[in-house]
């Protein structure tokens, strides 16, 4: 179980383009949805919360309408880059938070890489 | 914001070898996980072990909330344990994860 997906795996867009990324809890209902990024050799760093029915909470830095979230409906999220740029190419990963009772443990999707030519 | 450091940043391990990778934290938790994401990216869970100790397989951990910190250990390493092991802590009501600075394993034959 706690199963979550993503797609596409990896996206290569010309700069200016926007871009789509889905995140899917496949076998629980996720009411919190999180967005990371990851440059390479680091560590990730938390963009933003996203919680069904209601807008998104972005991390101090993080620029609310260029990642813009939607958490739609209690297995979907998704994140659009707008008017992507090469400094936004980066391996950004979704996480799910399970809703067990007395853990507030989190699953991850499998990434996406974006490249931004 | 939460610190979290972890040590040591990296280590080569014949295979079956043991190792103990730590994860100190900055102020107190209600959340911590391990993490090992593989050469592909993806995070595979190892523990959510905000305190105690749990063990799978090869694997065990430790969690000492009151010393803020906590243990990875692995027995008998094998090639596929290698990547990069990620602690993470969350506090407060958030759920929100704050994750280390990460330990990169490389276990060769």
């Known amino acids: 179980g706690a199963v979550v997906s993503q797609h596409p795996s990896r996206v290569i867009c010309k700069s200016g383009t926007s871009v789509k990324i889905e995140c899917r809890s496949l076998d629980f209902q996720a009411t919190t949805m999180f967005w990371y990024r990851q440059f390479p050799k680091q560590s990730l760093m938390l963009m933003a919360t996203?919680?069904?029915?209601?807008?998104?909470?972005?991390e101090q830095g993080v620029e609310k309408d260029k990642f813009l979230i939607n958490h739609a409906s209690l297995t979907l999220s998704t994140l659009t880059v707008t008017s992507a740029h090469p400094e936004d190419s980066s391996f950004y990963i979704c996480?799910?938070?399970?809703?067990?009772?007395?853990?507030?443990?989190?699953?991850f999707g499998p990434g996406t890489r974006l490249t931004v030519t | 914001g939460i610190q979290v450091e972890q040590s040591p940043p990296d280590l080569i391990l014949q295979e079956g070898a043991n190792s103990t990778l730590r994860c100190n934290f900055s102020?107190?938790?209600?959340?911590l996980q391990w993490f090992h994401q593989n050469p592909w990216g993806q995070l595979i869970n190892l523990f959510y072990i905000p305190s105690g100790t749990k063990q799978n397989g090869r694997l065990s951990a430790t969690t000492v909330a009151t010393e803020r910190y906590s243990l990875l250990y692995i027995s008998s390493s094998q090639t596929t344990d290698s990547g990069v092991y990620f602690c993470a802590v969350g506090e407060g009501g958030g759920n929100k994860l704050t994750f280390g600075t990460g330990t990169q394993l490389k276990v060769e034959l």
């Open positions: 996480s799910a938070r399970v809703p067990t009772s007395g853990r507030d443990e989190q699953y």
């Open positions: 996203s919680n069904e029915g209601s807008k998104a909470t972005y």
């Open positions: 102020d107190s938790v209600n959340n």
